[in-house]
């Protein structure tokens, strides 16, 4: 099972088992790994599970989160990779995913890992999905969204590709992952999203005509063949 290990100045403090969908990270009580110091947010960063692998996401923490010293909003993790969360490090360890080649985007970019640097880029796979597109019902009017990512936030922090309008609204209300196959929705934990009028509260694969409600938002997914 994939694990984190929390060290301070080198020193294990305790080790981690990531057995739920979600693992959130911060100073406050309610986190599953709590850090007491206060260059850590009070909900700095969350660990989440997609598909095979797992996804780091700053929480909009005001000191950062950076994986490898490089700065980012989202990186996929892979096996040993170093984060650091204000004075403290954390090891993520998983031997079924292979060690990481190339580094981490740096805040801002919208990939996960940096692009090969290769002269003649290796040719698209023919497999690959093509692009789907979430459609606005609610509200109208709203320019369609282009699902080119490997994951696609729902939310109302301010990198979301899909924004939430109100300041209650959470800051993440669910993933949109792109995967060789198709598309899967993945709710945040405690947040009410429903597809086709039922609430879902695991990943679930989208088709063509599926329709996403989540606070005031509500969104049709149109698949690739559409």
């Not at 301070?8 to 309610?30: C, H, N, Q, T, V």
């Not at 580094?103 to 040719?123: D, I, M």
């Not at 009028?197 to 695991?202: C, D, F, K, M, Q």
Request: charged letters at 30%.
């Amino acid at each position: 099972m994939a694990k984190i290990l929390l060290k301070f100045k080198g020193a294990l403090i305790k080790e981690y088992p990531l057995d739920r969908p979600s693992i959130r990270i911060g100073r406050r009580d309610d986190n599953d790994i709590r850090i007491d110091n206060l260059a850590v947010s009070g909900h700095h960063a969350k660990i989440q599970k997609v598909d095979d692998g797992y996804i780091l996401v700053d929480l909009k923490s005001t000191n950062g989160t950076f994986v490898n010293r490089k700065k980012i909003l989202q990186a996929r993790l892979h096996h040993l990779d170093e984060i650091t969360i204000g004075k403290h490090t954390l090891i993520f360890e998983d031997e079924t995913q292979p060690r990481r080649e190339v580094e981490p985007q740096q805040v801002g970019e919208t990939l996960q890992e940096a692009p090969s640097r290769e002269k003649h880029p290796p040719t698209k796979k023919t497999s690959q999905v093509q692009a789907a597109r979430i459609h606005f019902i609610e509200p109208p009017d709203h320019p369609e969204v282009v699902l080119e990512k490997k994951l696609t936030i729902i939310g109302r922090r301010e990198d979301a590709d899909i924004r939430l309008k109100g300041p209650f609204g959470p800051k993440v209300a669910a993933f949109i992952s792109r995967k060789p196959s198709g598309y899967a929705i993945l709710p945040e934990e405690k947040v009410k999203v429903k597809v086709n009028g039922e609430l879902i509260t695991h990943q679930i694969d989208l088709s063509d005509g599926d329709v996403i409600e989540t606070g005031s938002l509500k969104l049709l997914f149109v698949g690739p063949e559409s």
